[in-house]
């Protein structure tokens, strides 16, 4: 059973401004939660195009999103392929970019790949250690923990798990993969419990919580993904579309941040040059200056809602 509980739905919806007659995209069909709130308030006229690299999610979705699948056009595919795939689509194009009214994107895993102990994503269940989004690609966590330098290791557990003790656990996973691979996540969690000071254990939730992250995003190449995948969704709205981001780690969002602004920023010339000669104008506004976070209400009934931030921006017109 594919359920998944949707983080900040009314807000990130709301936040798309979303047109009868427009085209959507949502990046992240996961549990089709976004999916379904915005097919529901299109008209016949509008389009909803729904990407996931999840077979089960896919075929979910089918199901959930039955009443409107006349406007829905569901892609399994990596949202990195955003624009290549959307032209598949047949939307409308201005000078070869798809145009549409509206993406959004809800990063990270969803709870159905957390929970199900096979998909190899969690610490809590012992299960073959695969943590691949789409079980159709190559590497796995199991090729990365018995297959890759210690300094790589350490390097991907102190970049995206920002883990303390990515060392101490990167020497002690090499060590272990000497005596035999290192075959499930009940092994490595163990392995990586037993490699963080004993004082260290007994704050900040599960030991493995960090270096379980950080090798679920280097097998995807999540952050890689959403940058690419972000530039990709600038280029593709319309002006007067927006974009609605959904993070829940911090370098999620710090991505999200940095592109934001860049687009947001007009002129580049030197701060001390008397007039502007560069010529740029601002491809975003931003519609929330600050993240939008969920209330005390929504993380009381869904715990894992307590780190989610969501940012809003609007293309706007060419510059003269």
């Known amino acids: 059973m594919f359920h998944h ?19 959507y995209v949502d990046c992240t069909l996961g549990g089709a939660g976004h999916s379904e709130l ?6 016949e006229a509008g389009r909803l195009i729904a990407f996931d690299q999840d077979e089960s ?18 892609i399994r595919s990596n949202f990195r392929r955003l624009k290549e795939r959307l032209l598949e689509t047949g ?3 201005h000078e070869g970019v798809p145009q549409v009214d509206g993406i959004l994107f809800d990063l990270g895993v969803s709870s159905p790949q957390l929970d199900e102990a096979e998909r190899g994503f969690g610490y809590r269940h012992d299960a073959p ?11 796995t966590a199991a090729d990365i923990v018995n297959g890759w330098d210690e300094r790589e290791i350490a390097d991907i557990l102190d970049r995206y798990g920002e883990e303390r003790f990515a060392r101490r656990i990167a020497k002690a ?31 900040g939730g599960h030991p493995a919580r960090r270096s379980f992250q950080a090798l679920r995003i280097a097998v995807n190449d999540e952050l890689g993904a ?17 974009v609605a981001v959904i993070t829940f780690h911090s370098l999620e969002d710090r991505i999200c941040k940095q592109i934001f602004a ?56 060419p510059g003269p």
């Open 5 to 23: 509980v949707t983080v900040l739905l009314e807000e990130a919806v709301d936040g798309l401004n979303v047109k009868p007659d427009g085209i």
């Open 38 to 43: 915005i097919a529901s308030r299109l008209g």
């Open 57 to 74: 999610a896919i075929e979910h979705a089918r199901e959930r999103l039955a009443p409107y699948m006349d406007r829905v056009t569901l």
């Open 91 to 93: 939307v409308p194009t």
């Open 129 to 139: 250690l695969d943590m691949r989004m789409d079980r159709a690609s190559g590497l």
């Open 173 to 203: 996973i090499v060590e272990a993969r000497k005596r035999r691979p290192i075959a499930t996540t009940g092994e490595l969690a163990e392995l990586v419990k037993e490699a963080i000071p004993a004082a260290a254990r007994r704050t």
């Open 226 to 242: 959403e940058e690419d995948a972000l530039h990709q969704a600038v280029a593709c709205l319309k002006p007067g579309g927006r």
């Open 262 to 317: 860049k687009y947001v920023q007009s002129c580049t010339c030197p701060p001390d040059f008397p007039m502007c000669v560069c010529g740029a104008s601002s491809t975003l506004r931003l519609v929330n200056r600050k993240p939008i976070e969920p209330g005390a209400e929504e993380i009381a009934a869904n715990p894992r809602a307590r780190s989610a931030k969501l940012r809003i921006a609007e293309k706007l017109p």
